[in-house]
């Protein structure tokens, strides 16, 4: 079964047999409260009520299969109707609010030397409906999300279509509501989505894993980097931020001895020169099989005091989802496609 999030009214007549725009606007809202079957869907006709239990068991397309439980962090793992096996994180700030941190596509097709859905290559996109469906999965932990990261899975502006359908789905009012500047899409630095996207009238938030601000360390660590080159990368941040008007984040995970040296902290400021950023420091989180490590407290606190010397604005972020593997860079064990 495809699925039946992120489907206009018109597509949810066709593929439900509804003769009424308003039944469609009846299961729409049912949909975004999470309703899973449409026995409970008690403003349709009795008669359309069976009829669509009978075809749909569920109103999902997809089941979660695990779960695991950290400090702060909730991963899921989704399996979806093809057999292909997705992850997905509910983040909290132990302040009560929750950011639903989404993957877009099966696998990764960009193979960032550092990140474990890298190694799995690319299995294939993920549409609208199986993204938001994630969302759906997720607040079914019983939390209010106000927040949406799209830095699971997969290089989001390489699926540039269903993730910018799954965003509109997101944000309509009489949907999950949730605002466009609540949202973030994470990039590995794909210039040509960058460019679409700052040619939307969608003014999410944009985040950039940078990693290292040397063309020649970048291009070892992101193959990104060879098609794209800081260079370029920073000529159309500026072009987005001339058109967004809006802070971009410069995720960088450390990698102990590669990319936290003092000479890193200095191109790493003149990269950001010129750009309103700010840098998110990630301490890499150890993945078995990828021949990095986790940076010392010590190597972490030197590289925050060069960062300050040099006037460079940078947040620390612990990761919340180390613990459970569902940190940045690491969803993917075991969710290859069956069979
Ligand atoms: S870091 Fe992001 S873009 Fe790079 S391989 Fe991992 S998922 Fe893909």
């Known amino acids: 079964m495809k699925s039946l999030y992120a489907r206009s009214n018109d597509e949810l007549m066709d593929i439900l047999g509804l003769e009424k725009p308003f039944q469609a606007r009846i299961v729409h809202g049912f949909l975004v409260k999470g309703t899973r079957s449409f026995s409970e869907m008690t403003s349709l006709s009795k008669a359309d009520r069976e009829r ?6 569920s109103t999902l397309s997809s089941k979660v ?9 909730v991963k899921l793992a989704i399996e979806l109707d093809d057999g292909a096996v997705i992850e ?12 639903a941190c ?7 097709a960009m193979g960032c030397a550092f990140c474990k859905t890298g190694t799995m290559g690319l299995v294939r996109n993920l549409s609208a409906g199986e993204i938001v469906e994630q969302f759906v999965h997720l607040e079914g932990l019983g939390k209010k999300i106000s927040h949406i990261v799209f830095m699971g899975m997969g290089e989001a502006l390489s699926n540039f279509t269903a993730t910018m359908d799954a965003i509109r789905e997101l944000h309509r009012e009489d949907g999950f509501n949730i605002s466009y500047r609540r ?15 700052s040619e939307l009238d969608i003014p999410v938030r944009l985040a950039v894993s940078l990693v290292s601000a040397d063309d020649e360390t970048r291009s070892r660590l992101m193959r990104i980097n060879r098609s794209f080159p800081l260079s370029v ?14 802070r971009i984040t410069l995720e960088y995970c450390m990698l102990s001895g590669v990319n936290t040296s003092e000479k890193s902290a200095e191109e790493l400021r003149r990269f950001a020169a010129g750009l309103d950023t700010v840098v998110n420091l990630i301490p890499w989180n150890s993945v078995d099989g990828l021949p990095f ?3 010392s407290r010590r190597e972490i606190e030197a590289f925050c005091h060069d960062l300050r010397r040099l006037g460079v604005s940078y947040t620390l972020r612990m990761e919340k989802g180390g613990s459970i593997s569902g940190a940045c860079g690491q ?4 969710t290859r496609k069956r069979g």
Do not use: W
């Open 52 to 57: 669509l239990m009978e075809l749909y068991p």
């Open 65 to 73: 299969i695990a779960k695991s439980e950290g400090e702060s962090a």
């Open 88 to 99: 997905c994180v509910r983040l909290s700030d132990g302040k009560e609010r929750y950011t």
């Open 102 to 108: 989404l993957s877009s596509q099966v696998g990764c």
């Open 183 to 197: 949202m973030t899409i994470s990039t590995c630095g794909f210039v040509p989505g960058i460019r679409r996207l």
């Open 233 to 246: 990368l920073k000529t159309e941040l500026q072009h987005f931020q001339h058109r967004q008007d809006k």
């Open 293 to 295: 490590e986790t940076p």
């Open 331 to 334: 969803l993917a064990s075991n």
